[in-house]
């Protein structure tokens, strides 16, 4: 299948499986054998992206889908036969972005259209027509007009503050239907989710995050060490692109009781010059797709040690038959260990080694961090608060709700001792805040305030 957002949904003895297409009808895939591969092809009443199947107690069948920042989540139901609607589409989640915060589109629910990147396409392009630089281009209405008539729906759409909404999902438990969405944008720091109605909670872990911030340093760096360490999936360290045996290390300190190391690879290969040979695009020009085919796999050996002198193996994958750029090392009973080690063996395409995350977990030897104190939070406009506190943990986590004892949502800061949180429901006259401060060894938690 050369199509985006693949649903599976089994009913019986049936698995029912669609994926994601705009501008013609898409059919729809059942099959008792998976594995053996032969589908039953039923075909499709209407174009969708972003599709769930859902079938209900009483064996009724319900669709939703929804991908865009200018249409909402739809809803139908389903004849189970045909698959063809029972009836019009009904739009069920749609922009709210006046309302709730957490709706509103960009960096932190910062939007600068400048820095869109087909802002900076376009403004590129018009700056070689009229022979000046990029930053003098103020205005991008010629670009978009001068472009073919499909596409400027697009760009208009991808300039726009308007939020997307996207990734339906029904779920029924306990006789309420919860209905998930996510925003505001997949390329942003503060990709939701939503649900009507739900509720959410978090729990203090038992084992703590052992390695931010702490010093790293690795056998080649065209990107630093360190950005393995940061707790922010948008830096990573990068190899050397001549390096054989990309090796990272994490000094955690201090010896640790170590329970877990997740290893997050990132992708930063760059353009692909070409294609395998005998490949070819499949899609619309501009927007084509190429399925790999070829086996890969991502190898690696993690190793631990006390002195950063003798080494033990925590985790060999080697010989590993996976690829799997995002993987986790766990040991129940934990190890000692200051140092953790990482050696990477294979990637796929042979690209350079990327770490976003060398991420330790465990416990410290000392003890959990003082209360966050002198705690105020100032409400600035309906939808945006700023909260303050004092204290030297490693880090806070910073929860809100609308009741003293339903914090259900929380934003984790790490070397601040402020945060500013644009998430909120502007009907909502009050909320309540909690500030709990978290280091090597534990949490402490805070008290609650009005704002």
Same mark, same amino acid.
């Given at each position: 299948?050369?199509?985006?957002?693949?649903d599976?949904?089994?009913?019986g003895?049936?698995?029912?499986?669609?994926?994601?297409?705009?501008?013609?009808?898409?059919?729809?895939?059942?099959?008792?054998?998976?594995?053996g591969?032969v589908? !039953?092809r039923?075909?499709?009443?209407?174009?969708?992206?972003d599709?769930?199947l859902f079938? %209900?107690?009483?064996?009724?069948?319900?669709?939703?889908?929804?991908c865009?920042n200018?249409?909402?989540?739809? +809803?139908?139901?389903?004849d189970?036969?045909?698959?063809?609607?029972?009836?019009e589409p009904v739009?069920?989640i749609?922009?709210?972005?006046t309302? @709730?915060?957490?709706e509103?589109t +960009?960096?932190n629910? @910062?939007y600068?259209? +400048?820095?869109?990147?087909?802002?900076?396409l376009? *403004?590129a392009?018009?700056?070689?027509v009229l +022979?000046c630089r990029? &930053?003098e281009?103020?205005d991008?209405t010629?670009a978009? &007009?001068?472009?073919?008539?499909?596409?400027r729906?697009?760009?208009?759409? =991808?300039?726009?503050d308007?939020l997307y909404?996207?990734?339906? $999902?029904?779920?029924?438990?306990?006789?309420?239907?919860?209905?998930q969405?996510a925003c505001?944008?997949?390329?942003? /720091?503060?990709?939701?989710?939503g649900v009507?109605v739900g509720r959410?909670? $978090?729990?203090?872990?038992?084992w703590?995050?052992?390695?931010?911030?702490?010093?790293?340093?690795?056998?080649?760096?065209d990107?630093?060490?360190?950005n393995a360490?940061?707790?922010?999936?948008?830096t990573?360290?990068?190899?050397?692109?001549d390096?054989?045996?990309p090796r990272?290390?994490?000094?955690?300190?201090?010896?640790?009781?170590?329970?877990?190391?997740?290893?997050?690879?990132a992708d930063?290969?760059?353009?692909?010059e070409?294609?395998p040979?005998?490949?070819e695009l499949?899609?619309d020009?501009?927007?084509? *797709?190429?399925i790999e085919?070829r086996?890969?796999?991502?190898?690696?050996?993690?190793?631990?040690s006390?002195?950063? !002198?003798s080494?033990?193996?925590?985790?060999?994958?080697?010989?590993? /038959?996976?690829?799997?750029?995002h993987d986790?090392?766990?040991? &129940?009973?934990?190890?000692?260990?200051?140092?953790?080690?990482?050696t990477?063996?294979?990637? =796929?395409?042979?690209a350079? =080694?990327?770490?976003?995350?060398?991420r330790?977990f465990?416990?410290?030897?000392?003890?959990?961090?003082?209360? =966050?104190?002198?705690v105020?939070a100032?409400r600035? %406009?309906?939808?945006?608060?700023?909260?303050r506190?004092?204290?030297?943990?490693?880090g806070?986590?910073?929860l809100?709700?609308?009741?003293?004892?339903?914090?259900? @949502?929380?934003f984790?800061?790490?070397?601040k001792?402020?945060?500013?949180i *644009?998430?909120?429901?502007?009907d909502? !006259?009050?909320?309540?805040?909690?500030?709990?401060a978290?280091?090597?060894?534990?949490?402490t938690?805070?008290?609650?305030?009005?704002?």
């Open positions: 299948m050369y199509d985006y957002a693949p599976v949904r089994v009913v003895d049936w698995m029912y499986f669609c994926a994601s297409r705009k501008g013609e009808p898409y059919d729809f895939y059942r099959t008792r054998d998976p594995e591969g589908f !039953e039923i075909p499709g009443a209407f174009d969708f992206w599709p769930n079938v %209900d107690d009483d064996g009724r069948f319900y669709f939703y889908w929804g865009s200018m249409t909402p989540i739809w +809803g139908v139901e389903l189970l036969a045909a698959m063809e609607p029972l009836g739009p069920l749609e922009n709210r972005k309302e @709730h915060g957490w509103r +960009g960096e629910h @910062h600068d259209p +400048g820095k869109s990147s087909v802002a900076q376009l *403004r392009q018009m700056a070689q +022979g990029p &930053e281009v103020t991008l010629p978009i &007009e001068a472009a073919p008539e499909q596409y729906t697009l760009l208009r759409a =991808a300039l726009s308007s909404i996207e990734g339906a $999902w029904m779920t029924k438990h306990g006789g309420k239907y919860y209905l969405y505001p944008g997949a390329q942003y /720091n503060v990709y939701c989710d009507y959410a909670s $978090w729990a203090a872990p038992e703590m995050l052992l390695s931010y911030g702490k010093r790293a340093w690795a056998s080649s760096e990107k630093p060490a360190a360490v940061d707790e922010n999936v948008q990573w360290w990068r190899a050397g692109a390096d054989k045996a990272l290390t994490v000094d955690l300190g201090d010896v640790c009781t170590v329970n877990a190391v997740q290893v997050n690879f930063d290969m760059g353009t692909v070409r294609l040979e005998g490949a499949v899609g020009p501009g927007r084509g *797709r190429y085919e086996e890969f796999f991502t190898r690696w050996l993690l190793e631990t006390t002195d950063g !002198e080494w033990i193996v925590l985790e060999d994958r080697r010989e590993a /038959n996976t690829d799997l750029t986790l090392a766990a040991r &129940e009973g934990g190890v000692d260990a200051r140092y953790v080690r990482l990477v063996t294979e990637t =796929a395409y042979h350079p =080694a990327c770490i976003s995350g060398l330790v465990g416990r410290g030897r000392g003890g959990p961090p003082e209360q =966050a104190a002198q105020s100032r600035r %406009d309906g939808m945006t608060m700023e909260v506190w004092r204290g030297d943990a490693v806070c986590e910073v809100w709700g609308h009741s003293p004892n339903k914090l259900y @949502h929380s984790r800061v790490f070397g001792n402020q945060v500013e *644009r998430g909120l429901k502007a909502v !006259e009050r909320y309540y805040v909690r500030v709990d978290f280091n090597e060894n534990g949490i938690a805070g008290e609650t305030c009005a704002v």
